[in-house]
């Protein structure tokens, strides 16, 4: 089992690791202002110094990035709108190219892709950018949480806003009963016990969002056969790992990442909500929802419902087939010599 500490020695500033971090300087120095930051307003309106006001600045700290990747987590959710309006074509630019595998037809196939992509604002690799963000903020936060014991010892110099009079405070918070620098090897029996609440809350939320995702924003289609099968296994699969990783993170770290697992869970809720998947349950769900919501909304303008307008349409299409009489003109054939 992997873990930074050492009695004389960070672990985390040594080899591969050390370079790493060297590298993601810049973001471990924003997140230390942005916690003590936090934690001097909720000292100033009342809170102790030491306790929950560092528990609530890990929380705060998690919103505040969260609050950066929503905006662009909601262009994601339009560029893959974007990108399934688009299916059909790029279906037809493939096939268009398909077996052929000389250099000149991939570019070809390539350039007409792009094309497609930017006259549409379509981005194929949108998907990806909260992941990009979140990755390296929780990486820092690891490293940043398990180095503050080292900075209030002295072994390692101070880290952005964290001092070693700082470093101090936070590590002598506890929090339910157990330190926040503390890892599950390193807590007695109590503390392991609320270490592995923690974990097992990590593990169903990540759950949670994912079986949630399968049952409600995959089209009916793909809900069947070996690949879905896979799929619904993989949403065991991740939360097992969770543990492992758990059990050697700082308990301030398993604070993060609880929040930040719910947290994603109440945005992919919201996704499928906002952003269902065309032809999945949840997309018939939002058909029924505005459905309703313009009916509710024609009634408070004084408007006549859907159902009525479909019936006036229906009823004005009867009378005009009853006036013609129900004849049916016979067509005329052109340069018909007469």
């Not at 050390?18 to 009342?46: A, C, D, N, R, S």
Request: proline share 5%; hydrophobic share 45%; glycine share 6%.
């Amino acid at each position: 089992m992997f873990s930074p500490m050492n009695s004389d020695k960070f672990l985390l500033d040594s080899g591969f690791f050390g370079w790493l971090y060297k590298i993601l300087t810049p973001v471990e120095w924003l997140m230390t202002q942005i916690m003590v930051l936090f934690h001097k307003l909720l000292v100033l309106i009342g809170m102790p110094a030491e306790g929950v006001s560092w528990i609530l600045a890990i929380v705060f700290l998690v919103l505040v990035v969260h609050a950066c990747i929503l905006p662009i987590f909601v262009r994601q959710m339009q560029s893959m709108r974007k990108m399934q309006a688009l299916q059909p074509k790029m279906q037809h630019i493939q096939n268009k190219y398909k077996g052929k595998k000389d250099a000149a037809s991939r570019e070809a196939m390539s350039r007409e892709m792009t094309k497609l992509y930017q006259d549409n604002g379509a981005n194929p690799a949108g998907s990806c950018l909260p992941m990009l963000i979140q990755g390296p903020v929780f990486m820092c936060m690891f490293y940043t949480l398990s180095a503050i014991p080292y900075i209030a010892s002295g072994i390692r110099k101070p880290l952005g806003a964290f001092t070693k009079e700082i470093a101090g405070n936070f590590s002598n918070t506890s929090f339910l009963g157990v330190k926040i620098t503390t890892t599950f090897g390193l807590a007695d029996t109590s503390g392991k016990i609320v270490i592995g609440i923690f974990v097992a809350l990590m593990c169903a939320a990540m759950w949670f969002m994912q079986f949630n995702n399968m049952r409600k924003n995959l089209p009916r289609a793909q809900m069947e056969g070996s690949q879905y099968k896979m799929q619904q296994g993989m949403t065991w699969i991740f939360p097992i790992m969770y543990i492992f990783s758990g059990v050697t993170m700082p308990f301030a770290v398993l604070i993060y990442w609880l929040t930040n697992n719910i947290a994603n869970m109440v945005r992919s809720m919201w996704q499928v909500y906002t952003f269902p998947t065309p032809g999945s349950p949840a997309a018939e769900e939002k058909e029924v929802r505005d459905h309703e919501h313009e009916n509710v909304r024609r009634k408070r303008v004084g408007q006549i419902s859907l159902e009525e307008e479909e019936l006036e349409r229906a009823k004005e299409v009867a009378e005009q087939r009853e006036g013609q009489g129900f004849q049916r003109q016979q067509p005329k054939r052109k340069g018909r010599k007469k």
